[in-house]
């Protein structure tokens, strides 16, 4: 069964202390893998796609690492308004993007 | 500015009572989404559409109905067959299903049964 895990589900990190969320996924060819951060009450935000093993995207103080079974989200040096819940996705093969259920980060000051 | 805009932001409904929630997107895409959002759940597929006059049913498509009579709309109607509707709903729009494309989002509409 195609599906999408994430860890830990609630992070909480001082301002300035570095960390990864970590995104596993079992998919049957994968098409794709997606990280959305979302904001209370607000609709995910797209912030970074992978397709292929190996690859790194970067955006500020997030870096996305992708390998053949999992994705890394690595924050450095994170600020209070890094605090968000951040979603991972997946494509299988049938076109159907799949949602692991986040992981709430808290960034305090 | 190009978007997807979702309204209304908050809607009550009573037992019985069908509800429509909209969705407009003026980013030109061909394919647009319905997920609904539930506390400690990934977001589920309700419907969707690649093309107009044409949607398919997504994991969890009971209760829920859509059209698509226009490239840049998606309203979705929440029925009184749907037992638990209280949630998040969330519409989004890629370029195109075939192309395993990003999909955006809008702000989402939450939805409350009194």
């Known amino acids: 069964e195609d599906q999408v895990t994430q860890s830990p589900e609630a992070l909480r990190l001082q301002e300035g202390e570095s960390s990864s969320l970590n995104c596993s996924y079992t998919?049957?060819?994968?098409?794709?893998l997606f990280w959305y951060r979302q904001d209370p009450g607000k609709g995910p935000e797209f912030l970074f796609t992978?397709?292929?093993a190996g690859e790194e995207k970067e955006k500020e103080r997030l870096k996305a690492t992708l390998t053949k079974k999992e994705s890394f989200l690595h924050i450095t040096a994170p600020k209070p308004e890094d605090s968000a819940t951040y979603l991972c996705a997946v494509y299988n093969q049938g076109g159907k993007l799949i949602f692991g259920q986040g992981t709430e980060l808290s960034v305090k000051p | 500015d190009g978007g997807i805009t979702q309204s209304p932001k908050y809607l009550f409904r009573k037992e019985g009572q069908n509800v429509t929630l909209s969705c407009e997107q003026n980013?030109?895409?061909?394919?647009m989404y319905w997920y609904r959002q539930d506390p400690g759940q990934g977001l589920r597929l309700i419907y969707y559409?690649?093309?107009?006059?044409?949607?398919q049913k997504g994991d969890i498509a009971e209760g829920y109905s859509v059209s698509r009579e226009k490239k840049e709309s998606f309203p979705l109607t929440v029925t009184s067959a749907q037992k638990n509707p209280t949630a998040f709903y969330l519409c989004?729009?890629?370029?195109?299903?075939?192309?395993?494309?990003?999909?955006?989002f809008g702000p989402g509409t939450r939805l409350t049964v009194l």
């Open positions: 989004a729009s890629s370029i195109g299903l075939a192309g395993f494309n990003e999909q955006f």
């Open positions: 980013l030109n895409h061909d394919a």
């Open positions: 559409s690649q093309i107009v006059n044409d949607f």
């Open positions: 998919v049957s060819g994968l098409r794709g």
């Open positions: 992978l397709y292929s």
